[in-house]
Nanobody, 120 residues
Framework: VQLQASGGGLVQAGGSLRLSCAAS????????VGWYRQLPGKQRELVATVHSRGSTNYADFVKGRFTISRDNAKNTLYLQLNSLKPEDTAVYFC???????????????WGQGTQVTVSS
């Protein structure tokens, strides 16, 4: 299973970024997927998730600024980051809980992370 995250970068406060995570080697359409982040010196925390049936869940700190979405045809997960704040500076990781094939047991898989830096 490979999860290739991209789209991070340096942006000014108030700006936007769109993160992408391309998955391969997994039954993506039936997987629960999400984004987590790790701030410097902190533990990894949930940002947002989207279930295989489309229901979404967001951390309180998102407060309508971020939008998670998925394209099952492209095996890709997205996170639109708007109204970014310096405190959003972190490494963002994509996560998939799914099966390598339909009869396999579901497992957790992590992407390599993409750095988001928001300047004030």
């Amino acid at each position: 299973v490979q999860l290739q995250a991209s789209g991070g970068g340096l942006v000014q406060a108030g700006g936007s970024l769109r993160l992408s995570c391309a998955a391969s080697g997994i039954v993506f359409s039936s997987s629960s997927v999400g984004w987590y982040r790790q701030l410097p010196g902190k533990q990894r925390e949930l940002v947002a998730t989207v279930h295989s049936r489309g229901s979404t869940n967001y951390a309180d700190f998102v407060k309508g600024r971020f939008t998670i979405s998925r394209d099952n045809a492209k095996n890709t997960l997205y996170l639109q980051l708007n109204s970014l704040k310096p405190e959003d500076t972190a490494v963002y990781f994509c996560h998939v809980y799914g099966r390598r094939w339909p009869t396999a047991a579901p497992q957790d898989y992590w992407g390599q992370g993409t750095q988001v830096t928001v300047s004030s």
